[in-house]
């Protein structure tokens, strides 16, 4: 059992406070008003009242350091209307739930300013005798050209200590002449009525009992920043209690703004008001927020997560995004994510808006979780297994940069690895699809997916069943493969001894091409990882070495390459295309008419200016040997490579393949197709061309059916190794390559 005490009571009371109590009992508020009083109340800070200042026209206000700026707002006053010019004052309460309460001065005017002149504002100066407090209050019309004479202002209140009076005097801004003076003894406050209280959780109610006495008037109500509002119905606004008796009050929701509320039954009584469950979060935990509504307004197009509360009590608690692995499952914290609050609206900006992506509310030692109540997103990804690669196809109907990494997955986490392989979808109108290529290195690895064009994304987690479908017919063509090789190696261990001695890949390979399309440079990367991966070659290509060819500049880190294969007696392999007799047809009409110094940039020309000044230099065809043309014969021909670039050796690829193996390695072509060695190293050359055959047809794959491989515009093409502007989707990763 608990008795309430003047400390806690709260509220207005006064001459007005019964008869706006009355108003409110016949007549709901307007819902304009409620949402002014929720402004005034969110932007107050906790622990400050704030007092208000209500007009018969739109206002604003202006106040003096020593008295906390009231709001103001439009709003016709109740009670009887005063004859102008009228100067009212009268005693008020200024309370708040969590503080003592003080006794203030009500100012309610009228005045006709039609004789005056121009006014634009009031002006009410307040001085407390006694301890010669002062203070002033502007109250200003916020258009003064559609405002009428009449002027009717009530300003909700000065605070005064018991026992002192205040003098108010009244003028006009600019001064007109006009001052009328009132002054008003703020009372002693006598003792509040008394009562105790006793909470029932298990019947959702709580008793309070009067002692032995007059009769008071009880009630639950929510206290708010300046009132105490009443329960909603079915709720009992209000009982009566008999001296010597109790009512059981039922309520709700247990929230920390309920507050009991006791006053006697004449007019102008005092109130006694008790919030016993402020500073108890234990008890209102479980229910505070099932007492609160949360209205969804994120935006997936415009990528933020937008919550609004609708709360009863004047609450702010504070909210951090946090993602889910399942429905049911747990919510984890996502760090340095704290929403932004206004008004009970959280914010947070760059978020991939998912049903999985949730906002989680902390106040004092209890939390709740909230996730998007639309479940569509703005994307989706699907994976296949295709030669031994994993293809990521993403759906999306916003522009937006997509992110994924290999994972390994242990348990229900999957850490990603590098490198990290990104797409990027063009501004475009309805939904694209793209596709994203990345390597299997490990038998049930899986792929983590997510934007990574936002601050926060969730990361979606593939694991494709890739073991039933494909890797049964692998594991038995690689038994076969085993078998093969187990009987060559009998037949032969003499000559394979040498094949196995003999130093592979020891020659450097300078990879020169034209940046023809992204396309093309997946070819590029292709081959070169064949050559590094199968025959161990030392492949020397650009967009490996991106570090270097920054450092250095692209032209000199070409001669430097040009002069390390020249010195390791290793191959400088042009990479022919479509694209390349364009640029090449370039270069021979800028080498003819030009007598500055070569674009800093342009690799391909650069190259080719080296093989012109090798040639001029007396070396011919027989003494080229560190220079070879290989092309891919479905996507060009050997009409297509110019005749002064005839004299070095030609290999189409993939067919021809084993040819330029044995070039590169610095190998004689074999003399006889029947040696058990070289049968074993046609194997070897036969894999690596359907993997290298494998890629051409995935290329293709990107491509509208029956359309050639997509070529730039000369005012387009860029230097190689640089990311040109293409109409297609962007291929990049931390390091740049195909697998």
Not at 304 to 329: F, I, Q, Y
Not at 383 to 405: E, G, H, Y
Request: overall charge positive.
């Amino acid at each position: 059992m608990k008795r309430g005490g003047r400390e806690a009571e709260t509220g207005l009371a006064g001459p007005c406070a019964s008869h706006e109590r009355q108003s409110a009992d016949r007549a709901a508020p307007h819902p304009r008003s409620m949402l002014l009083a929720a402004v005034l109340l969110l932007a107050r800070p906790v622990g400050a009242p704030r007092p208000r200042v209500t007009a018969n026209f739109a206002c604003k206000v202006r106040a003096d350091s020593a008295l906390p700026r009231p709001r103001c707002h439009q709003k016709e006053q109740d009670g009887a209307a005063l004859s102008p010019p009228a100067l009212a004052l009268s005693t008020a309460r200024l309370c708040q739930a969590s503080r003592n309460c003080q006794p203030c001065v009500r100012v309610r005017l009228a005045l006709h300013t039609a004789g005056l002149g121009s006014v634009s504002g009031l002006q009410l100066d307040f001085l407390v005798l006694g301890s010669n407090r002062a203070s002033w209050l502007q109250v200003w019309r916020q258009h003064p050209e559609a405002a009428g004479s009449l002027w009717q202002v009530q300003f909700d209140c000065f605070p005064v200590e018991s026992g002192r009076r205040v003098l108010v005097s009244l003028g006009t801004v600019p001064d007109r002449g006009l001052s009328l003076n009132q002054s008003h003894l703020v009372p002693a406050e006598p003792a509040g009525p008394e009562f105790s209280y006793a909470w029932h959780p298990e019947a959702r109610a709580i008793e309070v009992s009067v002692p032995k006495g007059p009769a008071l008037t009880v009630r639950l109500c929510h206290q708010l920043a300046l009132e105490c509002e009443e329960l909603r119905t079915p709720f009992p606004r209000q009982a009566l209690v008999s001296g010597g008796h109790s009512i059981v009050l039922p309520y709700e929701f247990l929230q920390p703004c309920l507050c009991i509320e006791a006053s006697y039954l004449h007019s102008d009584s005092l109130r006694t008001k008790l919030c016993p469950f402020q500073p108890l979060p234990a008890a209102y935990g479980s229910e505070l927020w099932a007492s609160l509504q949360f209205h969804d307004y994120s935006a997936s197009s415009e990528a933020n997560m937008v919550m609004v509360l609708s709360a009863r009590c004047p609450l702010h608690p504070t909210a951090t995004l946090c993602w889910k692995e399942s429905d049911a499952g747990a919510c984890h914290t996502v760090p340095n994510s704290t929403a932004m609050e206004s008004n009970q609206a959280y914010t947070v900006e760059k978020v991939d808006v998912h049903p999985l992506l949730c906002f989680k509310f902390s106040y004092g030692n209890s939390s709740h979780v909230e996730c998007p109540h639309r479940p569509d997103t703005t994307w989706n990804v699907s994976v296949s297994v295709r030669f031994l690669q994993l293809l990521l196809r993403v759906t999306s109907t916003v522009p937006a940069s997509f992110s994924a990494a290999l994972c390994l997955r242990q348990g229900s986490w999957c850490e990603p690895e590098v490198p990290v392989y990104t797409i990027t979808s063009p501004e475009s109108f309805g939904p694209r699809e793209l596709t994203l290529l990345l390597p299997l290195q490990i038998l049930g690895g899986c792929v983590l997916v997510w934007r990574s064009d936002v601050q926060f994304a969730r990361k979606q987690l593939l694991c494709p069943d890739v073991a039933r479908k494909r890797f049964g017919l692998l594991a038995l063509g690689l038994a076969l493969a085993l078998g093969l090789l187990g009987t060559v190696l009998l037949m032969n261990y003499r000559s394979l001894r040498k094949l196995t001695t003999a130093p592979r890949g020891s020659r450097p390979v300078l990879l020169v091409y034209s940046p023809d399309s992204e396309e093309h440079k997946i070819l590029v990367c292709a081959l070169a990882d064949v050559l590094r991966s199968a025959l161990g070659c030392d492949v020397r290509l650009d967009l490996w070495e991106a570090g270097s060819v920054g450092r250095l500049g692209a032209v000199p880190w070409l001669y430097v390459q040009r002069e390390l294969v020249a010195r390791e007696q290793g191959t400088v392999l042009l990479l022919w295309s479509q694209g390349s007799t364009r640029l090449y047809q370039l270069w021979c009409g800028a080498a003819a008419g030009s007598s500055g110094s070569p674009d800093p940039h342009d690799l391909f020309g650069t190259a080719m200016s080296c093989l012109q000044s090798e040639l001029q230099l007396g070396r011919g065809a027989g003494q080229l040997g560190d220079w070879a043309l290989a092309y891919f014969g479905e996507l060009c021909s050997q009409r297509d490579v110019p005749p002064a670039l005839c004299l070095l050796p030609c290999y189409r690829l993939p067919q021809e393949l084993p040819g330029l193996a044995c070039l590169l390695q610095g190998s004689a072509r074999p003399p006889t197709w029947l040696s058990p060695s070289t049968l074993l190293h046609r194997l070897l050359t036969s894999e690596m061309r359907k993997c290298l055959q494998g890629r051409v047809e995935l290329c293709q794959l990107q491509q509208p059916k029956g359309a050639p491989l997509a070529r730039l515009p000369a005012h387009q093409v860029g230097s190689v190794g640089l990311s040109p502007h293409t109409p297609i989707a962007r291929l990049t990763s931390q390091r740049p390559s195909c697998t």
